[in-house]
């Protein structure tokens, strides 16, 4: 059964920095990729990075050169990270990871980022 916890969200004032983590296991399939989106009240949820198993990465233009997304596995386990800095009030929404295993999809639980003085 294939998991994804993540983990590192909270409240942090406006230009400050937030590191998120995602940890990926139990699938018997090849990674291809793993990313971040996020889902702000009452909008849809949209990407903010992408990184495929071999790092090539893509990122949404209102995050470009703020976040820096990486991947790392140890044994079985996948982990995704995506430090962002320089965060803005428009930064706050519940944040998700992906993972593509082959063409299959999973989604971890999402983690709150609020971003508020």
């Known amino acids: 059964q294939v998991q994804l916890v993540e983990s590192g969200g909270g409240l942090v004032q406006p230009g400050g920095s937030l590191r998120l983590s995602c940890a990926a296991s139990g699938s018997i399939f090849r990674l291809y990729a793993m990313g971040w989106y996020r889902q702000a009240p009452g909008k849809q949820r949209e990407l903010v990075a992408h990184?495929?198993?071999?790092?090539?990465?893509?990122?949404a233009d209102s995050v470009k050169g703020r976040f820096t997304i990486s991947i790392s596995r140890n044994n079985d386990k996948n982990t995704v990270n995506l430090q962002m800095n320089s965060l803005k009030p428009e930064d706050t929404a519940v944040y998700y990871c992906?993972?593509?295993?082959?063409?299959?999809?999973?989604w971890g639980q999402g983690t709150q980022v609020t971003v508020s003085s």
């Open positions: 992906d993972a593509d295993y082959s063409g299959r999809i999973y």
């Open positions: 990184i495929t198993s071999g790092g090539s990465t893509n990122y």
